[in-house]
Structure formats: structure tokens, C-alpha cells
């Protein structure tokens, strides 16, 4: 009897399924310490409505307040109660960046808030060894959450008028300061002293940084002092100074009172108009660096 030939068996396609594509992590965000030494000057005012602005034309951006009176978070509209972590919190190590953060009234504006805590920060790890590093560190993974729309293209953070150690773990953290400049008589005096601790910082902690721009505030054009101080520091610092200057206006001095950016209180008013223009030059400045 022949044998019965063994059935033939047809090899089917492979069926390949193919991993679903890796997301790349978001780049990190741009980190802008607003920071001058001077009290008075319109630091908060400049961090929460440039925020405001920046969000305002498409932005993500996260406010960091290192300021142990807790402006920027107060301007923000942020209850105190509502402040379950804060960035004291986060300078210690006992909560992660991502857990501080808050979301504002504005869209695409968010806030780490401060609490008077970090008033005792310096003397909990004056002698630790990565005491200047702490905002580095824990900016490191603000990025990596693969949720869509949680990342962060721009981060302020908001120093305390004083060079001290919150203001090295900023300045050591960031890319560039900004910095915001009172047109008054004593404003080049000031900028030399911020300028010399830039120089200390960028040879010891962070070679990196620079000094992004200086925004001139409280400008009032019918005062010949305003008028021959822009014309100083315009001479002294030449391009690092920006075109927009941040006028006195009663609004901008009445937002926070309300817990409001003066963009949302009043849209219309001549220093909602300045800061979209700063907003506009820092991001017309960050493509021309980007380029160069």
C-alpha cells in the first residue's frame, strides 16, 4: 500500500504586531529666574503678568515662587489653605515638583506656591552638599510625564529680594535671568551688584547662564529722572536691555489686590499692553538665541 503523503501544511504570514511608537519626552522647558536683588522693583508684578502673557499667546508655563511672602502665589489667586505642598516642600525633598504645582484661573498658567517655611530653608541645609542644586534637581523630570498637554515650555521662577541661597538654587537652575529694573536713581547701582553674582554663579554652580534681558518698570514719561535712567542703562548694557518698558499704571498696582494678573483684571489697560509686548519680544529674543 503507498504511503499516504503528509498533508501539506501552508505557511501562513507572520502576524507582526508592531510596538506602538515610543513618545519622545518633551524638551525641558526654558527656566527664567526673575531675580534682583532690590526690593520694589516689580519682580512678582513682572513674573505673574508675563506668565500671564505668555500663556496668553500660547505658552505653558509654570510660575515657581521662591519668595517666602508668598506674592506671586497670593497674586495668583491661590488660597493659603489650598497650599498642600509648596516649593518648601520641594527644596527639602519630601515632595516631588509635579505635587506643588497648581492650576490658576488663567489657561496654561500654572503656580508651585511658597509658604513662609522657606524662610527656614537655609538653615535646614545650609551644610548639605547639594544645597545650591535643589530647584535643579527637582526641574529635572518636570517634563517626562507622558500625559498629553503636561509639559511646560517656560518656567519663571520668582526670587526674594535678597541674594541668598533661594536665589543661588534660581539662578543655579535657570538658563537666564530676567531681570526687572525700577527707573529710578539708585537702578545702575543695584544692576552692578545682581551683575557681579551672575558672574560668581556662572564660574562656580551653572556656566551656562546669562543674562536673558532687563525690563525697565515704573516708567512715568513725564519725569526727567525716569527718562535719563533708561538712557543710562540703555548706555551701560546696550542690547540686553528690552524696548518694552513696563509703565507706572494704577491697574497693574490694584490686579493683585484681587488675586488677578492685570491682564485679567483690566486686558485694555496700557500695562496689560506692555507686558504682551515683552511677551512678544522674549519670544522673538529665544528664537534669534535658538538660531544663533
Known sequence: MADTPAPVVEESESQVVPFAPRADAAPPPRVLAVANQKGGVGKTTTAINLGTALAAIGERVLIIDLDPQGNASTGLGIDRRS???????????????????????????????????????????????????????????????????????????????????????????????LVPLQCEFFALEGLTQLIKTVDQVKSTLNPDLTIHGIVLTMYDARNKLSSQVVADVRQFMGGKVYDTMIPRNVRISEAPSYGQPVLVYDLKCVGSEA?????????KREKELRAG
Request: with cysteine.
Open 83 to 177: 497650599r498642600r505642598f509648596s516649593t518648601y516642600d520641594v527644596l527639602i525633598g519630601e515632595a516631588p515638583l509635579r505635587d506643588s504645582i497648581l492650576a490658576t484661573a488663567v489657561p496654561r498658567l500654572h503656580i508651585a506656591p511658597s509658604t513662609m517655611d522657606l524662610s527656614g530653608l537655609e538653615l535646614e541645609i545650609g551644610t548639605a552638599r547639594d544645597r545650591a542644586f535643589r530647584l535643579r534637581t527637582a526641574l529635572g523630570p518636570l517634563n517626562s510625564s507622558r500625559a498629553a498637554g503636561a509639559d511646560y515650555t517656560y518656567v519663571l521662577v520668582d526670587c526674594p529680594p535678597s541674594l541668598n541661597l533661594l536665589t543661588v538654587n534660581a539662578m543655579a537652575a535657570a538658563n537666564a535671568i
Open 275 to 283: 507686558y504682551l509686548r515683552l511677551a512678544t519680544e522674549i519670544i
